[in-house]
């Protein structure tokens, strides 16, 4: 589900596996050289779900892994951060949520040396479900969290540092915007406090998975559409400038589905 190359020419690449591990779904991270063979592989897990979403080589040549676990935490599902070595030793692991379903899609090493994390959280905030942010220092203890969204379904499947300090996530809400699930982007600064938030999308169901800070420092996302478009999904994408206002959209695909 995730793949990020490496500094020395490789890859790293995450997900989940039912072949190997402790249980019956463990997370997989699996290190490859440059042509694509394998160096080593580990799992993560125990004896329930366990899957990771998200991957990053860390500034001491060790790796943090995200997902969600049903093995560890307080209950239903966590959010599951795992700092691993180069080899691929886990060095420790936490949880993160509640009693309910909570899960970190995207992780991302902070330039304190900390982590960020984004998902969703069903223990906590307003609704059925909201946007979850996890700050964490560089050994993977909660230094805030917050959560963002209404009284209905909301999530972030990606989050970014940006160049002020602060964050900006992105996601789907169906608490705000035109009908139906729209694409949420949300702009967090440096404490964790919300400064803007928008929707893009129409009446039909918008999402947006991908999420990238641009040189102009303004943001670009990708996700989907079903409002927009030629047919049933299309590639949906959005340039918005520094306050989160678009600036252009198109849409890509045929009269079937497409998805990015």
Do not use: C, H, P
Not at 104 to 128: L, N, P, R
């Amino acid at each position: 589900l995730s793949v990020q190359q490496t500094t020395d020419g490789g890859y790293i690449i995450a997900g989940r596996t039912e072949s190997f591990g402790a249980g019956n779904n463990d997370a997989y991270v699996v290190k490859i050289d440059g042509e694509g063979n394998e160096e080593w592989y580990r799992t993560f897990g125990g004896e329930a779900y366990d899957a990771v979403y998200s991957v990053q080589q860390t500034t001491d040549g060790g790796y943090i892994i995200a997902g969600r676990t049903e093995s560890f935490g307080a209950g239903g599902w966590d959010a599951y951060l795992v700092k691993i070595d180069g080899e691929g030793n886990e060095e420790w692991s936490r949880t993160f949520g509640g009693e309910e379903r909570d899960a970190a899609w995207t992780v991302q090493q902070t330039t304190d040396g900390g982590y960020i994390i984004t998902g969703f959280t069903m223990s906590f905030g307003a609704g059925s479900s909201d946007v979850y942010l996890v700050k964490t220092d560089e050994e993977g203890n909660e230094e805030w969290s917050r959560t963002f969204g209404g009284e209905a379904y909301d999530t972030a499947y990606a989050g970014q540092q940006t160049a002020d300090g602060g964050y900006i996530l992105a996601g789907v809400t169906t608490s705000f915007g035109a009908g139906g699930y729209d694409t949420y982007l949300v702009k967090i600064d440096e404490e964790g406090n919300e400064e803007w938030y928008r929707t893009f999308g129409g009446e039909a169901n918008d999402i947006v998975y991908s999420v990238q800070q641009t040189t102009d420092g303004g943001y670009v996302i990708a996700g989907d559409t079903e409002s927009f478009g030629a047919g049933g999904w299309d590639i949906y994408l959005v340039k918005t400038d520094g306050e989160g206002n678009e600036e252009w959209y198109r849409t890509f695909g045929g009269e079937a589905n497409d998805i990015v």
